[in-house]
T-cell receptor, first 110, second 112 residues
Framework: DAKTTQPNSMESNEEEPVHLPCNHS???????IHWYRQLPSQGPEYVIH???SNVNNRMASLAIAEDRKSSTLILHRATLRDAAVYYC???????????FGKGTRLHILP | SQTIHQWPATLVQPVGSPLSLECTVE??????LYWYRQAAGRGLQLLFY??????ISSEVPQNLSASRPQDRQFILSSKKLLLSDSGFYLC???????????FGSGTRLTVV
């Protein structure tokens, strides 16, 4: 897998936007950028993915840099339920396996 | 719609005992299947993945094994559990060629 780098942890206030960064400077032209999150005591859940263009869904937005060497997951209005570990991943196409890094632990302050 | 079932939810086993965790997927055919483990306070470690019946790739050598006897069934086993096998075990599936992963609810294994 191409390597991704994320901050170990971040804090945000409730009802404020959150920008979670991810660096992937060795990304190849065909690598998709996936984001997952893991709530406490649960399995990871898919959040969003994209290739080149910015993407929006009901959970979040994904902003991808023009050179694709970094991306940002945007939670527009954080709630306490958004406290989780967020993983930025570039899935390998070798058997379609995903290798998870340590992710960013997001703390939401009430 | 597709669903993934994983059981049991929790398990306490003595050291040296065998292990069998089962995962089944419904609503899709020929999925990629995965077993991950998460030790307490640690990240997710890919243990095994399978792209088809009887095809198992091992990522980490250990005393665990996996089998895929049917298209939508993935089993994680051990003949003799170690204390270090304790953790949160997650099964997941995906379609071939990329796309998102869907995880099961996990099995929390405590080896005592």
């Amino acid at each position: 897998d191409a390597k991704t780098t994320q901050p170990n942890s971040m804090e945000s206030n409730e009802e404020e936007p959150v920008h979670l960064p991810c660096n992937h400077s060795t990304i190849s032209g065909t690598d998709y950028i996936h984001w997952y999150r893991q709530l406490p005591s649960q399995g990871p859940e898919y959040v969003i993915h994209g290739l080149t263009s910015n993407v929006n869904n009901r959970m979040a937005s994904l902003a991808i840099a023009e050179d694709r060497k970094s991306s940002t997951l945007i939670l527009h209005r954080a709630t306490l339920r958004d406290a989780a570990v967020y993983y930025c991943i570039l899935p390998t196409w070798d058997g379609d396996k995903i290798i998870f890094g340590k992710g960013t632990r997001l703390h939401i302050l009430p | 719609s597709q669903t993934i079932h994983q059981w049991p939810a929790t398990l306490v086993q003595p050291v040296g005992s065998p292990l069998s965790l089962e995962c089944t997927v419904e609503g899709t055919s020929n999925p990629n299947l995965y077993w991950y483990r998460q030790a307490a306070g640690r990240g997710l470690q890919l243990l095994f993945y399978s792209v088809g019946i009887g095809q198992i790739s091992s990522e980490v050598p250990q005393n665990l094994s996996a089998s895929r006897p049917q298209d939508r069934q993935f089993i994680l086993s051990s003949k003799k559990l170690l204390l270090s096998d304790s953790g949160f075990y997650l099964c997941a599936w995906s379609v071939h060629g990329g796309g998102g992963y869907t995880f099961g609810s996990g099995t929390r294994l405590t080896v005592v």
